[in-house]
């Protein structure tokens, strides 16, 4: 049986009298994997923020679990682009994981044996369980992108939203971490925003291009010649394309 | 100095003063540095200024006027950065000025002449009454125990507050109650070091310690002891060579600020060679 997960009914956004998102509607179920692609610009990380609940809409209705965004911490979870923080800042990546607990649990409460297994296990899902003690200004680009992974996975989440998780690693880690997330999928519904057009295909079960407006892909063996993605890209696209049948074939708009 | 601190209330009064508010200062220090908030410590000190002009006016004990007009300082410039789409830095620089003038007006419409200003100023820890002892106890007290009570909050806030947003968490209301926990530090550094020289000793003993540790309580923890040592050492000079108190400890802890930072460049620089 699917459950809806997020609704959004003629969502628009305007930030600064600029319309960001115009009259965005879709869906997400239980246990979907959605990648929204789209130009800098397009809206894809506003669109993020509306579903955690940062910005509201200008109109038009969403839901995330039924309720306004942002009222169901506890069952979301978050991993965003980039961390800028101070690389002295005196954390533990096991302190820095623990803090995804926090949407479990109330003031006054302190961080329990649980909540430490919690946040083991996840570092343990995310490959990094032997630099738990490490600081966190210590570790590497793609070892700080699975650690903020490894703090949303630690609140266990339903919904797992992130924001180009792989924007600043190379491609080896890339794929580690679809590797991951292929994993995930299977216990949780996953909306990614991404600029990896090829790759992202291979994994997710619907895209969603997203320039403003937006068109909608159902599900990745409906994306042959890629017009979707090449009408919201305002430039050359390369693409991979997979047919069940007959495996990857590379095109490429000339 | 040894002999003399048995024999005079006032030397006994100092080094206790010395190590009571090194405890505010190590706990509140060290969020101040990690959440990098030195400049709004900075106005909320200086804006209390005011609140010495009104305990002058009003003619009680000035700490009287300072806890609630360096609060309001603190939650008024966390408001309107925060709410009123001001930038922080311009809230800041004017709760800084207007702070200090209203104080000047209301220590200049007071009649008689305000004998002890300057240690306000300043700072003299050779004047700290007993009764200032209890307060700083129990404004000690409030720091740590609301610190112990929030601190995965004070946390979240301090290393992602986005995170912390989308989290549940009332970021803007654990903010605030961060900045009364500095505005309280700010009361009791004040009969330290004075209003002036605050920041100083609110940043360079966290600054220093968050070199050396892997959490932030151990960050408090030797940031403490780093800022007793530095008041102690100060006092101690400053009694020596006939010197001010805040003052002393203030250059004291610059020097080691500078020391240590030379001596991790110059480490850095042999090995990387």
Same mark, same amino acid.
């Given at each position: 049986?699917?459950?809806?997960?997020?609704?959004?009914?003629?969502?628009?956004?305007?930030?600064?009298?600029?319309?960001?998102?115009?009259?965005?509607?879709?869906?997400?179920?239980?246990?979907?994997?959605?990648? =929204?692609?789209? *130009?800098?610009?397009?809206?894809?990380?506003?669109?993020? /923020?509306?579903?955690?609940?940062?910005?509201?809409?200008? #109109?038009?209705?969403?839901?995330?679990?039924?309720?306004?965004?942002?009222?169901?911490?506890?069952?979301?979870?978050?991993?965003?682009?980039?961390?800028?923080?101070?690389?002295?800042?005196?954390?533990?990546?096991?302190?820095?994981?623990?803090?995804?607990?926090?949407?479990?649990?109330?003031?006054?409460? /302190?961080?329990?044996?649980?909540?430490?297994?919690?946040?083991?296990?996840?570092?343990?899902?995310?490959?990094?369980? #032997?630099?738990?003690?490490?600081?966190?200004?210590? @570790?590497?680009?793609?070892?700080?992108?699975?650690?903020?992974?490894?703090?949303? @996975?630690?609140?266990?989440?339903?919904?797992?939203?992130?924001?180009? *998780?792989?924007?600043?690693?190379?491609?080896?880690?890339?794929?580690?971490?679809?590797?991951?997330?292929?994993?995930?999928?299977?216990?949780?519904?996953?909306?990614?925003?991404?600029?990896?057009?090829?790759?992202?295909?291979?994994?997710?079960?619907? =895209?969603?291009? @997203?320039?403003?407006?937006?068109?909608? /892909?159902?599900?990745?063996?409906?994306? *042959?010649?890629?017009?979707?993605?090449?009408?919201?890209?305002?430039?050359?696209?390369?693409?991979?394309?997979?047919?069940?049948?007959?495996?990857?074939?590379?095109?490429?708009?000339? | 100095?040894?002999?003399?601190?048995?024999?005079?209330?006032?030397?006994?009064?100092? +080094?206790?003063?010395?190590?009571?508010?090194?405890?505010?200062?190590?706990?509140?220090?060290?969020?101040?540095?990690?959440?990098?908030?030195?400049?709004?410590?900075?106005?909320?000190?200086?804006?209390?200024?005011?609140?010495?002009?009104?305990?002058?006016?009003?003619?009680?004990?000035?700490?009287?006027?300072?806890?609630?007009?360096?609060?309001?300082?603190?939650?008024?410039?966390?408001?309107?950065?925060?709410?009123?789409? +001001?930038?922080?830095?311009?809230?800041?620089?004017?709760?800084?000025?207007?702070?200090?003038?209203?104080?000047?007006?209301?220590?200049?419409?007071?009649?008689?002449?305000?004998?002890?200003?300057?240690?306000?100023?300043?700072?003299?820890?050779?004047?700290?009454?007993?009764?200032?002892?209890? $307060?700083? +106890?129990?404004?000690?007290?409030?720091?740590?125990?609301?610190?112990?009570?929030?601190?995965?909050?004070?946390?979240?806030?301090?290393?992602?507050?986005?995170?912390?947003?989308?989290?549940?968490?009332?970021?803007?209301?654990?903010?605030?109650?961060?900045?009364?926990?500095?505005?309280?530090?700010?009361?009791?550094?004040?009969?330290?070091?004075?209003?002036?020289?605050?920041?100083?000793?609110?940043?360079?003993?966290?600054?220093?310690?968050?070199?050396?540790?892997?959490?932030?309580?151990? $960050? $408090?923890?030797?940031?403490? $002891?780093?800022?007793?040592?530095?008041?102690?050492?100060?006092?101690?000079?400053?009694?020596?060579?006939?010197?001010?108190?805040?003052?002393?400890?203030? +250059?004291?802890?610059?020097?080691?600020?500078?020391?240590?930072?030379?001596?991790?460049?110059?480490?850095?620089?042999?090995?990387?060679?």
């Amino acid at each position: 049986m699917n459950h809806e997960v997020i609704r959004c009914e003629g969502l628009c956004v305007e930030l600064g009298g600029v319309a960001v998102l115009r009259d965005l509607s879709f869906s997400v179920d239980e246990g979907d994997f959605l990648a =929204v692609v789209g *130009p800098n610009g397009g809206g894809k990380t506003t669109l993020l /923020r509306v579903l955690l609940g940062l910005q509201k809409p200008s #109109s038009g209705s969403v839901s995330v679990f039924g309720a306004e965004p942002g009222n169901t911490p506890g069952r979301t979870g978050y991993v965003p682009q980039r961390l800028f923080f101070d690389r002295d800042f005196p954390l533990s990546v096991m302190d820095a994981v623990l803090m995804g607990r926090i949407a479990l649990k109330t003031p006054f409460q /302190r961080y329990s044996k649980a909540d430490r297994e919690a946040a083991a296990e996840a570092l343990r899902t995310v490959g990094l369980s #032997s630099l738990a003690n490490r600081r966190i200004g210590a @570790l590497s680009g793609g070892e700080l992108q699975r650690t903020l992974i490894a703090r949303a @996975l630690a609140g266990e989440p339903e919904l797992l939203l992130l924001d180009e *998780p792989t924007a600043s690693v190379d491609p080896e880690m890339k794929t580690t971490i679809y590797d991951l997330l292929d994993r995930l999928r299977k216990s949780m519904t996953i909306l990614l925003v991404t600029h990896d057009t090829g790759t992202v295909s291979r994994f997710v079960s619907r =895209v969603l291009c @997203l320039n403003c407006s937006m068109v909608q /892909r159902e599900a990745p063996s409906s994306f *042959p010649g890629g017009r979707a993605v090449e009408q919201v890209y305002p430039y050359p696209v390369d693409l991979l394309v997979h047919h069940a049948d007959r495996g990857l074939q590379p095109t490429s708009k000339p | 100095m040894t002999a003399d601190l048995f024999a005079y209330e006032f030397l006994r009064n100092a +080094v206790f003063a010395s190590l009571l508010a090194s405890i505010a200062c190590g706990i509140i220090g060290s969020y101040v540095v990690v959440k990098k908030i030195g400049f709004i410590s900075g106005g909320i000190a200086h804006t209390a200024f005011g609140g010495i002009g009104l305990g002058y006016y009003l003619g009680i004990n000035p700490l009287f006027g300072v806890i609630p007009f360096s609060l309001f300082a603190a939650v008024a410039i966390g408001l309107l950065s925060r709410k009123a789409r +001001v930038a922080e830095d311009t809230a800041i620089g004017a709760f800084w000025a207007v702070g200090m003038a209203a104080g000047v007006i209301l220590i200049g419409l007071t009649p008689g002449y305000a004998p002890n200003l300057f240690s306000y100023l300043f700072g003299n820890i050779l004047t700290v009454p007993a009764d200032d002892l209890w $307060m700083i +106890v129990i404004l000690d007290f409030c720091i740590a125990a609301l610190t112990w009570l929030f601190s995965k909050e004070f946390l979240a806030i301090s290393f992602d507050e986005e995170y912390a947003e989308v989290s549940g968490v009332k970021t803007t209301l654990f903010y605030l109650l961060l900045l009364c926990l500095i505005a309280l530090t700010v009361v009791i550094l004040m009969r330290v070091v004075g209003i002036v020289l605050v920041i100083a000793l609110l940043t360079i003993p966290a600054a220093i310690a968050r070199l050396f540790c892997r959490s932030l309580g151990a $960050m $408090m923890l030797l940031a403490t $002891m780093l800022s007793a040592l530095f008041s102690l050492a100060g006092l101690w000079v400053s009694y020596q060579l006939d010197l001010a108190s805040g003052a002393a400890i203030i +250059v004291l802890a610059g020097s080691a600020f500078l020391l240590v930072h030379t001596a991790r460049f110059v480490i850095a620089s042999v090995r990387g060679r």
